[in-house]
Every structure is written in C-alpha cells, then in structure tokens.
C-alpha cells in the first residue's frame, strides 16, 4: 500500500482552511493537482483569490484549455472548494494539518 504524506507549514489558520478546502477540491473533482503553501502564496501574490485557479490552469494546466473551457473548470474548482469549507465550518474545526489530495488519489487507484 502506498503512503500519504502529511505536510506541515505553520501559516495564517484562515490561509490553512483554504488551501486545503483547495486540495480537497480537487480531489473532489478528480484532478490530481497539490498545492503546497509556496505555490498557494506564490498564486496569491499573483492574482486575487478570485483568480488563482485561472492563473494556475494558465502556468500550469495550459493544456486542460484545449478541452474545457476556463470558466467551467474554475466554478466547478470553486463550486467544490465552497462545499469543502462548509463542511470545515459544519464540523466546528479547523484542519491541523494539509493532505497531499493528489496521493491519496494516486494510493486510491494503486499507483
């Protein structure tokens, strides 16, 4: 069986929740995408929360564009991510900690 790594970078709680309301989110969706905190700080300092998604698909995922429409893939990403903070805030806590979303895909499928 594989393993799952837990990272840890101590941040602003607030940033915590949604970088891993993120991570969750594309787990959700399927996609095998991880955001560590450089690269979540890195998107921030790049473009507003509203814009992350669009600046990471365009450095990173360019080629997603060839078969799904931008906007589709952002509120669908977004759509998720506000699921995943409902739940956070349902549950009363706060994650501890961020999840590596894409191996436990890669664990879940045998990879």
Known sequence: MASITIERTFFDP?????LFAYNAAFHELGL?????YDTYRSLLAGASEK??????????QRHLLNAYDAD????AIESARAQCLENIKASGSQPGF???WAEVQRAEVGI
């Open 14 to 18: 607030a940033e915590e929740t949604s």
């Open 32 to 36: 095998s995408w991880h955001w560590d």
């Open 51 to 60: 814009n992350v998604i669009c600046t990471y698909i365009e450095t990173h």
């Open 72 to 75: 589709f893939l952002i509120k």
């Open 98 to 100: 961020s999840v590596n």
